[in-house]
């Protein structure tokens, strides 16, 4: 049942009959947003597909008309009907609150409407019901004020996690509505890493200069594959996470190919004969140690997608609200993901250490360079988190941790 209420929330409006094509059209858009996403960023990235599709879920329960039909074109969208597209949700996030003991999994969805707007009943049951997201009135024109009310609500939802995440430059006279988005996941890996192997070693960076962070070492049985396509090389190896709901996917090019490039040849079909040939094999993996945090504004990656009309005076958001003024300004998400030995800040003894003895498997992993990420829902192969780490970042971390390497 679990397997089936997930799949339904990352495919918001795809309905309830579970196969391939349904997780195709959910990678197809990830990998939309992700190369849109790269246009304007060329260092680090972080993102979540579910975030962003629940964020267009609540703007598309009240568009009418070229607002409604671009966002439900850009997600790639059954026809059907609203109930059917959202009737499961609310079962989802009872279940998934049951397992918060093997993984954490904070989700934060909000409407901020600018007082004077009347939003309408139906629009807030929905939303309540279907995304469990609060809608709230502010006054954007205190928007210093308005930016401490929202920042503290998004902290209070990710356990303290994301902190700071509007500073009132980001609201100006006109602003009527923003959609806000914030995600919070770590999980126990189901193997971890021993900190005694962690290691401090080189990573070239995309500009070919090199850093000295910590890097973990393990001796691991996962999944794993080596592919070709298009005269370059590259290594993929899952790392699943306890309960194996969720696994991390790394996706190593070789040394000698240029990330960007890679980066444009992947297709949601490419993802998914990872997801199907990789086989289960003996690894040397070194992996570092790192984090990404990281507040986007979509607009920009929405509007190469041909979602438009919602940033535009006068679209239709009738669902929401009578008034003829209210349109989208921003559609912020901010995520925080960490990769550490034990997978999750709240490391436990539990698990089973793998110790490090090199040299005796076939197959190395050897994550020294730029590599892309993603994190997703086994049962359904849909995308939770998909990113790039360019750079390791190593100026968040304690002075004692990199000492003690």
């Given at each position: 049942m679990d397997k089936i209420l997930l799949w339904s929330l990352l495919l918001i409006f795809s309905g309830s009959q579970a196969s391939r094509p349904l997780a195709q059209r959910n990678i197809e858009f990830a990998v939309d947003l992700y190369q849109a996403i790269c246009l304007s960023h060329k260092n680090n990235i972080?993102?979540?597909?579910?975030?962003?599709?629940?964020?267009?879920?609540?703007?598309?329960?009240?568009?009418k008309g070229k607002a409604q039909q671009q966002i439900r074109q850009t997600l790639k969208l059954q026809e059907t009907s609203a109930g059917e597209e959202f009737s499961v949700l609310k079962s989802f996030f009872s279940a998934i609150s049951e397992k918060k003991q093997e993984f954490t999994f904070n989700l934060a969805n909000a409407l901020y409407l600018q007082e004077g707007f009347t939003?309408?009943?139906q629009y807030l049951h929905s939303n309540k019901e279907f995304f469990q997201s609060a809608i709230k009135l502010v006054d954007f024109q205190d928007a210093k004020t308005s930016a401490e009310t929202i920042s503290t609500w998004v902290e209070s939802k990710t356990d303290g996690k994301i902190k700071d995440m509007f500073s009132g430059e980001d609201f100006g006279p006109l602003t009527?509505?923003?959609?806000?988005?914030?995600?919070?996941?770590?999980?126990?890996?189901?193997?971890?890493?021993?900190?005694?192997?962690?290691?401090?070693?080189?990573f070239t960076k995309k500009d070919g200069a090199a850093v000295k962070i910590p890097m973990m070492k393990a001796l691991v049985r996962t999944k794993y594959g080596y592919f070709s396509g298009s005269s370059m090389n590259y290594q993929v190896l899952e790392l699943p996470y306890k309960g194996d709901e969720f696994s991390l996917i790394i996706v190593l090019p070789a040394e000698d190919v240029n990330i960007e490039e890679m980066e444009k040849q992947i297709t949601a079909h490419q993802i998914l004969k990872w997801f199907s040939e990789m086989q289960e094999e003996e690894v040397e993996v070194s992996l570092p140690r790192f984090q990404v945090e990281q507040k986007l504004d979509f607009k920009e990656a929405l509007y190469s997608l041909n979602i438009t009309e919602i940033f535009s005076g006068g679209c239709d958001l009738s669902g929401i609200t009578d008034s003829a003024e209210v349109f989208i300004s921003q559609v912020m998400q901010h995520v925080f993901f960490e990769i550490n030995e034990d997978g999750s800040e709240a490391a436990t003894s539990a698990g089973m250490h793998i110790p490090v003895i090199m040299s005796l498997a076939q197959n190395q992993f050897i994550a020294n360079h730029p590599f892309l990420f993603i994190v997703k829902n086994n049962p359904t192969e849909s995308i939770l988190f998909m990113g790039r780490v360019t750079n390791p970042d190593t100026q968040k971390m304690k002075g004692r941790d990199l000492d003690s390497l």
């Open positions: 972080i993102f979540s597909p579910l975030g962003t599709t629940l964020g267009l879920g609540m703007v598309q329960l009240g568009a939003v309408k009943e009527r509505l923003i959609l806000v988005n914030a995600v919070y996941f770590k999980g126990d890996w189901k193997q971890k890493f021993t900190k005694e192997n962690t290691q401090l070693m080189n």
